[in-house]
């Protein structure tokens, strides 16, 4: 089955930086890719996603990039604001005709005020 | 719309009981699931369900099981809970088999 895995377990950053968290796959027929953004006692919540037939998707201050030959996609946070600060978890399936996702384990991401 | 459903929030049960963790939809999804999620381990899917009358096993179905006569409800049953079956789990429904809207857990403690 598909394997996904998410690095750095935990990222700090200053507020206004950027954050980038990476995530690798290993099934190569994965071609549907979404980030989950979970805050402290709720459910995740999609903030984005991307098709393997498109390269980078962006929205506001968040952007998801794919790389398929390496099969590797990121979360881009620009201009971090202390309301960023959350568990963020990537995931991956087969789209379409499949309901099953493979989550990342996740990663914490603190912005320091 | 209030989304996903879930109750009850927390429970603390004793080993050996068994207990149903209720989901429920109003967004008339057809595709719904069950998630655990466990420090450390992401989370892990323990059923879903494609509509009303087809359930299926995810990566970690032993001791749960669900049902689905309904679009709306989708139980999971602990059918004799053990201290390994403590962690949140989270109920989600998907218009899509992609995007998923999830509520917001059940804590459930077995001492």
């Known amino acids: 089955g598909e394997n996904v895995e998410q690095h750095p377990s935990t990222l700090s950053v200053q507020e206004g930086d950027s954050a980038v968290i990476k995530c690798t796959y290993s099934?190569?027929?994965?071609?549907?890719f979404p980030w989950y953004k979970q805050e402290l006692g709720k459910g995740p919540q999609l903030i984005i996603d991307i098709r393997s037939n498109v390269g980078e998707k962006k929205d506001q201050r968040i952007a998801v990039t794919l790389n398929k030959t390496a099969k590797h996609f990121s979360l881009h946070i620009t201009e971090t604001q202390p309301e960023d600060s959350a568990v963020y978890f990537c995931?991956?399936?087969?789209?379409?005709?499949?309901?099953?996702?493979?989550f990342g384990k996740g990663n914490q991401v603190v912005v320091i005020p | 719309n209030a989304g996903v459903t879930q109750t009850p929030k927390f429970q603390v049960l004793k080993t050996g009981q068994s207990m149903t963790l209720q989901c429920a939809q109003d967004?008339?999804?057809?595709?719904m699931s069950w998630y655990r999620q466990d420090p450390g381990m992401g989370l892990r899917l323990i059923h879903y369900?494609?509509?009303?009358?087809?359930?299926d096993q995810g990566e970690v179905p032993n001791g749960y099981n669900v049902s689905r006569s309904t679009t709306e409800d989708f139980p999971l049953r602990l059918l004799s809970a053990a201290p390994s079956q403590t962690s949140v789990y989270f109920c989600?429904?998907?218009?899509?088999?992609?995007?998923?809207?999830f509520g917001d857990g059940t804590r459930l403690s077995i001492l």
């Open positions: 099934d190569s027929a994965s071609n549907y």
């Open positions: 967004m008339n999804h057809e595709y």
């Open positions: 995931a991956a399936s087969r789209g379409p005709g499949n309901n099953r996702l493979a």
């Open positions: 989600a429904s998907s218009p899509d088999r992609g995007t998923q809207h």
């Open positions: 369900s494609v509509g009303a009358g087809i359930t």
